[in-house]
């Protein structure tokens, strides 16, 4: 189709009232942000200057106004919160304890629906499995490779292959797998590379993805290709943290590699480990696009992220949806605060 | 929008010209229409205008070419009465349209592909009953057949749109004037015809049941093709409504009949390997050994036909063609499975109203049919406005007294179900898993 400006004509006009807006908001914001504080600096001082004029000692009263001055910069964060956050939350909380077109109250019977039916019951094993392997394998594939490739020749060249899969979208790598795993009938040519490599070893095409519970993992390891060279990257730059007079220290002391790796390595590392590991878990745990682009949840697949959208978007049992949801929250929630907790430790020590 | 706004000023630009010139006043002109209203072009809407300048917005799951030519289709309609018709069709209608609805943001009407999901929004009051013109006019267009699936409770929502034929099944004109192989007309002839492919080295059938996050829907087709076959046409209604448990018997002995011919390793799947490789077939690649010789037949839908690879000469002398899926008791009529689209409003302002009785008229359905590639189950649809051969067959048999009429039925139960664990099932079931197991996680997946 051809580009006709006087068709598009519209779209470019709602372009430019989109900018035109963005520039009158953002920078309606910038400008308030410059001028409040200063404002505030302003008045603080013709105080001062007031009270020096009188000969009185400066009024010391910063309580009251640093803490509107606070409460201005929080002010936006707060209410995208609020709007963003706690509000959904909320009423996500009560949705699930409501019927599927959110019309009566029907106390736990959405719980106890998901931990009585057979297929949810998959659903919370499959998102286990998830959370179980998912963070253990990419973040030792990612320390394993960040020693192995550490002060070596071409590190940097090594380190950027492995964190390449990071810029992939998780849609656009299961759809990349999805290749990998893809099948033909036998004696037809393969378009798979795994497939090809059974073929050319002369096994039988599989059908990868539809023998449970093999086709989880396999859906595991595309995670793991992405979130590996996230761990390689955050443990590599804590390798490299770890000081050298430690590290002199014990090789002065004559320790072996292994040694060195569980006495000195480990423990000089453990913050950003913790860091790696919980951050992993929390988006393995909403992990949606692979499965959903994957296998769409289907051949007992599903994880709790994909069952969630299912049930309140496609299936119209924004009950069942929410009370996924919120179980979801609930599991995510001890991770967070352990994070939290850890960060603060780390702070204060 | 400007793009219909400029060429309206200069439209009434020529109106008052026009009137200037003192040119015989056309009809009931007055300068706020469009200078088009009063010609002769227009004649056919005179009743659906005065409402010059208003807007109506349609949303549906329909896109690209398909959508591009709905909007040709009411190209004239939108000249002659100044009604600005603005649709957006989206490849994830069934869950935004809910997202649309409950923020408030509601299109004036929707093509609802699903009687099941139109009934959600006339239960929780959110959908407009049609107004009497298009009420009169529907019923006037469509069978009292169509018209219940878009009542609820006794109130009237909307006249079905397009239609399609889903008891098809495709094969190689060609191929079987080669082979010698006669179209079936029983099923014990399809039966016998199957085996006879199937002794020849070829694999008779080919089916794929993947279409992303759709993945199932064509063998939930299957079986409610068997439905209306192995029962009577009350049982499937029984069943579509959840009046006999999703486990009974009768749907075991349906889904059991499905099983001889998709989970017949001697059968399936043409082209693809084995009956698993049905799972993974997508939808509009199932088909295609057909042409190449690798499958005998291919059960699926009238719209199959665009899926064809290029150049497939589709017609009854042609590459490809499609025969009625038959009947396996010819004394019980003539089954025929289908699916449509119901033109369902969310607002009831006359000019969507005017919008949504036009859209049920005879004139609509030959405006549209003229296009190409477009069933209808309207009554006043001539013939000889429906170029494709394959659809030309689908309005004959949709126009067939003979024939008993059933809508799909996954989308007539909850979505839970009927866009859900259906699917899912049939997933599971071609898959390997037993009918029974299948069926009764089918069932108590039914929402309460």
Known sequence: ??????????????????????????????????????????????????????????IRRPKRGESGFAFFFMLPAVLLLLIGLVFPAIRTTLLSFMDGGSDNWVGLRNYTWMFSEDSIVRVL??????????????????????????????????????????????????????????????????????????????????????????????????????????????????????????VEAARLDGVTPWQMFWQITMPSIRPALIVVVVTISIATLKVFDIVRTGTNGNYDTSVIANEMYNQSFRYGQNGQGSALAVFLFVLVIPLVIYQIRNLRQQREG | MAVSARPRQALAVAGVLGLALGVAACGTGDDKKSDKAGSAECAGYSAYEGHDGKKVKIYSSIRDIEADRLDQSWKQFEDCTGIDIDHEGSGEFEAQLGVQVDGGNAPDIAFIPQPGLLKRFADSGKLKPAGADTKAMAEQNYSADWLKYSTVNGQFYGAPLGSNVKSFVWYSPKTFKEKGWTV?????????????IAASGTKPWCAGIESQDATGWPATD???????????????????????PFNDPKVAEALDKAGTILKNEKYVNGGFGGVKSIATTSFQEAGTPITTGKCGLHRQASFYANQWPKGTKVAEDGDVFAFYFPAIDPAKGKPVLGGGEFVAAFADRPEVQAVQTYLASGEYANSRAKIGDWVSANKKLDLANVPNPVDKLSVQILLDQKTVFRFDGSDLMPAAVGAGTFWKGMVDWINGKDTATVLQGIESSWPK
């Open chain 2, 222 to 244: 299957w079986i409610e093709d068997l439905m209306l076959r192995t029962q009577t046409p009350e049982v499937y209604d029984q069943w579509t409504t959840h009046g006999i």
């Open chain 2, 184 to 196: 079936p007309t029983t099923w014990d002839e399809l039966i016998k015809l199957s085996d006879q």
């Open chain 1, 1 to 58: 189709m051809e580009f006709d400006f006087a068709e598009e004509q519209p779209k470019l006009l709602m372009l430019m009232y989109g900018l035109i807006a963005f520039v009158a908001v953002v920078g309606g914001l910038l400008l308030l942000l410059d001028a409040v504080p200063s404002w505030f600096a302003r008045r603080r001082e013709a105080q001062l200057v007031a009270a020096s004029a009188n000969g009185a000692p400066p």
């Open chain 1, 125 to 246: 094993i499959n998102t286990l499995v998830w959370v179980l392997l998912v963070p253990l394998l990419a973040t030792t594939f990612g320390l394993l490779y960040a020693i192995m490739v550490d002060k070596a020749r071409f590190e940097s060249v090594a380190k950027s292959l492995i964190f390449m899969p990071m810029a992939i979208s998780f849609v656009g790598a299961a759809i990349i797998w999805k290749f990998v795993y893809a099948y033909r009938g036998e004696g037809q040519e393969q378009i798979g590379l795994l497939n090809q490599i059974v073929v050319s070893f002369g096994g039988e095409p599989k059908q990868w993805l539809l023998d449970s519970p093999l086709n989880t993992l396999l859906l595991i390891v595309i995670m793991v290709w992405i979130q590996a060279g996230f761990a390689m990257v955050v443990l590599s730059a804590a390798i490299k943290a770890i000081p050298a007079d430690i």
